[in-house]
């Protein structure tokens, strides 16, 4: 039995996630971003999931979302599922809180939610306002970010297994109604990233598709990048990653 956070796990592919996890035994924890989005995940309270709570567009909340996790560790995976598609949150959300919460959340395995809309990004950190205080970048950039992210984590952190996934374009409530990628598929890859013991899930640097790997954005793998992009983000969030 594994214990696994699950963040954005009100609803959606996070929740399908979570509710995988409970099915096959694990340990979960399911995070919303306020009291009132734990409703939709009552079910999965009373069947014995941990929760915590907090807003990831604002960097006090993610270290309170951290210090609630504390209390449910330690964590053997964490799956940083939570996402939006547009708007100023874009980056404090899509980049800024996985990478607090990977700094201030020990796991041994690390899963990130990528798109493949990450192949349109544009590495370029010098137009990005972390702050939120205005959109600046977009939903392809915070993609290709946090798949850099994955890659970065995997590099400085040889003992944890980093990885990404595409979970396609499915019918979510951010997907919208016209997404043509199954539903069903959607949480299964990072579910099993979390969780496996089968040595195909054992690895770690990759990006996923439907239990496959597949070449990302040749960005993801540039050192110099991504070295920039941690700094960058622990600048913003004055928190340094932990030596491994």
Excluded: C
């Amino acid at each position: 039995m594994a214990r696994i956070l699950v963040t954005g796990s009100a609803d959606g592919l996070g929740r399908a996630a979570a509710a995988s996890l409970l099915d096959d035994g694990h340990d979960v924890v399911v995070h919303a971003r306020s009291e009132a989005r734990l409703a939709p995940v009552e079910d999965l309270l009373a069947r014995g999931a941990g929760r915590v709570v907090g807003d990831l567009a604002e960097v006090d909340q993610v270290r309170g979302l951290a210090e609630q996790a504390a209390a449910h560790g330690p964590f053997d995976a964490v799956i940083h599922n939570a996402g939006v598609i547009d708007g100023p949150a874009l980056l404090p959300v899509n980049v800024v809180a996985p990478y607090a919460l990977t700094a201030l959340v020990p796991a041994s395995r690390l899963v990130y939610l990528s798109s493949s809309m990450h192949r349109g990004g544009r590495p370029d950190l010098a137009r990005a306002d972390w702050s939120g205080a205005r959109k600046t970048l977009t939903y392809s950039d915070s993609k290709l970010l946090v798949t850099a992210l994955m890659a970065a984590i995997a590099r400085r952190w040889p003992d944890v297994l980093s990885n990404a996934v595409d979970p396609g374009w499915v019918p979510t409530r951010m997907g919208g109604p016209s997404a043509s990628d199954d539903l069903e598929l959607g949480h299964v890859t990072q579910a099993w990233l979390a969780a496996s013991d089968e040595p195909e899930a054992q690895v770690s640097g990759q990006y996923w598709f439907h239990r496959r790997t597949e070449r990302p954005h040749r960005a993801v793998h540039d050192e110099a990048f991504q070295d920039a992009l941690l700094a960058a983000l622990a600048e913003r969030t004055g928190v340094e990653l932990p030596h491994r």
